[in-house]
């Protein structure tokens, strides 16, 4: 329980840092989103409206610990504000639109890649030289190497434009009405093939080589050898006594990546046009939408946090050595 | 209008890839997806679909104040007094039948059309205009020069204006005119997001809104019910360019209006019968803006050798894949080819290549060039200083190398400097720069674009925020002038004076004009015929353009 207690403390103060931080980045950057609005526009705005413009936007001239307060005030109570590249949506709306897509796409791709890279990853180990060890993980490593952008291209076209086998843009398609339906879910599921399979392609290499490392390393322990010894059965003796002890490092990055999935795949996003959250967020530090920025980096923060600490006491149950310090 | 510039830069990179995709799956992928397309076109016949390439997801707000309003509400949904069409020069009657200036210039009435109504059956009257107007000042602002704007009668509107303005016409008469019954009984008419339009437009109806494509079905209450041949717009929503421009190729898309590069290859070839192409140089112009605050950009014949040495061929041809044509001694884009001034043309020489004339001219002026070929300033130092992009924009960057380069011939160092297009913005707007590549104002007339290039008033000294003339020029010449225009009320006067502005321009160079930004549009009509051309320019090919109504209703179900 303290260990615990200790590990929250932490966690808050990290918090702290980073909503901190999160409110002064935006505000060193040059320009505001109204003159940036204006550039964006070009001829299409009048300068003489752009005063009005700051004044709708609320984007204010006051002293920034002032701002500060009202910032932290709203950080705890909830309220993130009217995006500015979305006006008037709420910050809260847009984020909550976007998030469940976002978390669908990298949810899927992340458990797809850690599933399948962590098996290869024992096999490979297991059957040391043979030819899953020595053909797989360079072939994936040369793909994960891949700009992801022509990777993804490449898949579209192939598959998409091509083949036709897959859709190529969008969460669903848009002549069905989103329900909870066999029709809808299959075609979101259709929808989801490509963007999830091309990022599962590029991260599966990393998955499979660090399972195989650990592996390699723990199945020169003594227990390896002495359960063999004993006879038991070699599958158990890969899953239960190597792989469970090799998983470890695994979990870590599981957790870290899970967090990092709320912040939205960028690139899968805009070639894909996948309404998540990754564009969203690429279009807000475009056009200094502070409000929105400010929402997005919040919500991935606190994924990031929160799965940090979900994964540091799933440790303590995981690895006795952790619960002793 | 030009397409946004930031965005244009992710989608050249994007373009690049989507190029080399193509060319990768090669012949196969015209054989292989023009059965599907075709499937997929007879069942979706109806809508006109568009792509929106800079919009990840739509947001259901149709309220015309917001800054990120629905794509289409201006142009499907709302409809102005007239309509102006840059690509010849001409004017339509829209919502007003007619309108008359007073003799001083000091107003202008117009007579709205009999029989329109509201797509909630209600008919248009005077009280329409006067409350979008009331709205328009109060959130939006602008529109100093009005004072009073009162219905006449049953069907006539009169603007009064402080003082004679003439470029009133088209600045009142392109303002998209709401409902009175509808605004005013809205309470915060800022931020309501007006879901359920009430409009004039020919496809008023939103059928479907989802995150990613909405419909527009029939104003069942239209004016021109015979011009409705389209059963409505489908918009597609996309997160960047290359997405879109995939959908085009694919022949998903009846109308791309976005930048494609080499679209001859990625778009045209696919199809070449039903796919067509058209980029009209009437946006704004792109000019290589000198911050004339500073010496030695303060010297005019500076400015004028510098723009000799500027290869502007080269500059259209690299930077802008030859999608438009460089600019002449009027300093005027194609948006103006009906008020350019023959004799400026016939004369022009700053704004054509001369290397040999930039130094003779560099030379007189008194910055002499060294025994390493370098120039020098007057007060010794080295002619060198920065050209400002922003970083996203590759085609500008291309520009400014290429003049970077032309300009190392004449002795001069230009090093081009790109940071985040922000802090590029924040150094024109407070003048901390040395020159950049700058858009200017682009309006149905030239009154603007001169008072931006060169009128004293809108000159702010370094280190306050100005939003227009980012080089600081003025002329009290050109002042003078300006307000003749501004009081001219026939059209005969305005031209004589536009012809002395022009040549006011060519004499001073208070900027260094390059091209016309050209405005992208490429159509397939397969499904839909009656598109506007180079022969038939009855508008341009945008889709956010004023004139895009006009295309809405001349469009027909191919045969």
Redesign the interface.
């Known amino acids: 329980m303290r260990f615990i207690l200790r590990r929250l403390g932490f966690y808050l103060i990290a918090f702290w840092v980073s909503i901190t931080l999160n409110f002064l980045l935006p505000r060193f950057?040059?320009?505001d989103p109204v003159?940036?609005?204006?550039?964006?526009?070009?001829?299409?705005m009048?300068?003489?409206?752009?005063?009005?413009?700051r004044k709708?936007?609320g984007v204010d001239d006051r002293p920034i610990w002032e701002q500060y307060v009202d910032y932290l005030h709203n950080m705890i109570t909830g309220q993130m504000g009217v995006s500015?590249?979305?006006?008037?949506?709420p910050v809260t709306e847009v984020i909550a639109?976007?998030v469940g897509w976002t978390l669908l796409l990298g949810g899927t791709a992340l458990v797809i890649a850690a599933v399948v890279g962590n098996l290869l990853g024992i096999l490979a180990a297991w059957r040391r030289g043979g030819a899953i060890d020595s053909a797989l993980p360079p072939i994936l490593i040369f793909i994960g190497s891949f700009p992801y952008?022509?990777l993804a291209?490449?898949a579209?076209?192939?598959f998409g434009?091509?083949?036709?086998w897959f859709p190529?843009?969008?969460?669903f398609s848009?002549?069905i009405?989103?329900a909870f339906s066999w029709e809808f879910m299959s075609d979101v599921g259709m929808h989801l093939v490509l963007p999830a399979l091309t990022i599962v392609l590029v991260s599966v290499g990393g998955w499979m080589l660090g399972m195989r490392n650990t592996m390699i390393a723990t199945n020169a322990e003594d227990y390896i050898t002495m359960a063999e010894a004993k006879g038991l059965r070699p599958g158990r003796i890969m899953f239960r006594y190597a792989a469970r002890n090799a998983m470890l490092p695994s979990v870590t990055s599981f957790g870290m990546s899970l967090g990092f999935v709320v912040g939205g795949a960028l690139l899968t996003?805009?070639?894909?046009?996948?309404?998540g959250v990754g564009?969203?967020l690429l279009?807000a530090v475009?056009g200094?939408d502070y409000p929105l920025m400010q929402g997005l980096f919040l919500t991935i923060t606190a994924a990031v946090l929160l799965a940090n600490f979900l994964v540091d006491i799933l440790y303590v149950r995981l690895d006795p050595r952790v619960r002793a310090n | 209008m030009t397409q946004p510039r930031f965005l244009r830069s992710a989608r050249i990179a994007a373009a690049g890839l989507a190029i080399g995709a193509l060319a990768l799956t090669g012949c196969s992928a015209t054989a292989g997806n023009s059965g599907s397309a075709k499937a997929d076109a007879s069942a979706q016949s109806a809508l006109l679909t568009i792509p929106r390439e800079d919009m990840g997801t739509f947001v259901r707000n149709f309220n015309p104040f917001a800054p990120t309003v629905a794509p289409m509400t201006q142009q499907a949904i709302y409809e102005s007094l007239l309509i102006y069409n840059p690509a010849k020069g001409d004017t339509t009657p829209w919502l007003a039948s007619e309108w008359t200036a007073a003799e001083d210039g000091k107003s202008i009435t117009f007579t709205l059309r009999d029989g329109v109504k509201w797509s909630d059956g209600q008919p248009l009257v005077p009280a329409d205009v006067v409350t979008t107007f009331a709205l328009q000042k109060k959130i939006k602002g602008g529109y100093d020069y009005l004072d009073t704007v009162t219905a006449e009668g049953t069907n006539q509107v009169k603007f009064s204006f402080k003082t004679a303005w003439s470029p009133a016409l088209f600045d009142l008469g392109q303002l998209s005119i709401l409902p009175d019954h509808v605004w005013s009984k809205i309470a915060d008419p800022e931020k309501d997001a007006n879901e359920k339009p009430v409009g004039t437009g020919p496809y008023t109806e939103v059928d479907t809104f989802q995150a990613q494509s909405f419909v527009l079905k029939k104003n069942p209450n239209y004016w021109q019910p015979e011009k409705q041949k389209i059963a409505g717009i489908k918009m597609l929503a996309f997160a960047g360019n290359d997405g879109a421009n995939l959908a085009a190729a694919n022949g998903d898309v009846d109308w791309a209006p976005q930048y494609m590069p080499n679209i001859e290859k990625t778009f045209i070839s696919k199809d070449p019968d039903h796919r067509k192409y058209w980029f009209p140089p009437t946006g704004s112009m792109i000019n290589w803006q000198l911050n004339t605050a500073k010496a030695p950009f303060n010297d005019t014949d500076v400015r004028k050798a510098l723009s000799m040495a500027v290869d502007r061929e080269q500059v259209t041809k690299i930077g802008m894949s030859g999608y438009t044509k460089p600019a002449d001694c009027t300093g005027l884009s194609g948006n103006y080819e009906t008020w350019k001034n023959k004799d400026v043309q016939d004369k022009c020489d700053w704004t054509k290549l001369n290397v040999d004339e930039a130094n003779k001219l560099l030379d007189k002026a008194g910055y002499p060039k060294g025994s390493d070929g370098k120039r020098t300033l007057k007060d010794g130092k080295p002619f060198e200083f920065k050209i400002s992009v922003g970083a996203a924009s590759s085609d500008w960057l291309s520009v400014a190398n290429v003049i970077a380069q032309n300009l190392a011939e004449v002795g001069v160092t230009a090093k081009v400097d790109s940071p985040d297009w922000a802090a590029v913005v924040a150094g024109y707007e407070t003048g901390d720069f040395d020159s950049g590549i700058v858009w200017s104002a682009n309006d149905p007339s030239p009154y603007k674009y001169f008072a931006g290039m060169m009128g004293t008033a809108t000159v702010k000294p370094v280190g306050e925020k100005t939003f227009e003339n980012y080089h600081r020029f003025g002329d009290p010449k050109a002042d003078a002038l300006l307000t003749e225009f501004a009081a001219a009320a026939d059209e005969d006067t305005q031209h004589d004076i536009v012809d002395k502005l022009q040549e006011e321009y060519s004499a001073v160079a208070p900027a260094i004009p390059l091209f016309a930004g050209p405005e992208w549009g490429a159509y397939n009509n397969t499904r839909f015929t009656g598109w506007p051309t180079e022969e038939n320019p009855y508008a341009t090919l945008s889709v956010r353009a004023p004139t895009t109504v006009l295309v809405l209703t001349s469009l027909e179900p191919a045969k």
């Open positions: 950057m040059p320009g003159s940036r609005m204006f550039a964006r526009t070009q001829d299409r009048q300068p003489e409206q752009i005063e009005a413009l709708l936007l500015i590249s979305r006006f008037p949506t639109s976007q952008f022509w291209m490449g579209l076209y192939l434009v091509t083949l036709g190529i843009r969008h969460a848009d002549t009405e989103p996003e805009v070639v894909f046009a996948y309404p564009y969203q279009n475009q200094l």
